[in-house]
């Protein structure tokens, strides 16, 4: 059973930078993949970013790529959103999600799910 626990949220100030962690539980992560998941209240779970485990390839949402960056540590088992240039909208519950093989912009392509962080961006 795969296990994930999301930390770093809070509040923020427009232009700050900020870093969300995932820890991982469980057995090898060995072929796995890792995303951020960003929901407002009301809205759809929107991808940020994901991981390939082993090869630490990255893949992003369009419109975040440049301002968020994931990346992994494999010897903390930690999977790591840096979010830099926050802005108002960045304002979500950020979660954590793991999937054995490929998963994509989907959220049901993702088999386990963390219960989020909660990140305000406000002045």
């Known amino acids: 059973q795969v296990q994930l626990l999301e930390s770093g949220g809070g509040t923020a100030q427009p232009g700050d930078s900020r870093r969300l962690s995932c820890f991982l539980g469980?057995?090898?992560?060995?072929?796995?993949?890792m995303a951020w998941f960003r929901q407002i209240p009301g809205q759809e779970r929107e991808f940020v970013g994901g991981?390939?485990?082993?090869?630490?390839?990255?893949f992003y949402q369009d419109s975040l790529r440049g301002r968020f960056t994931v990346s992994r540590n494999k010897a903390l088992r930690q999977v790591n959103l840096q979010m830099d240039d926050l802005k108002p909208g960045d304002s979500a519950r950020y979660y954590c999600a793991a999937t054995n093989g490929g998963g994509d912009f989907r959220p049901g392509t993702w088999r386990f799910w963390g219960q989020g962080t909660q990140v305000t961006v406000s002045s």
């Open positions: 469980g057995p090898s992560f060995d072929g796995y993949s």
């Open positions: 991981i390939q485990w082993s090869t630490g390839i990255t």
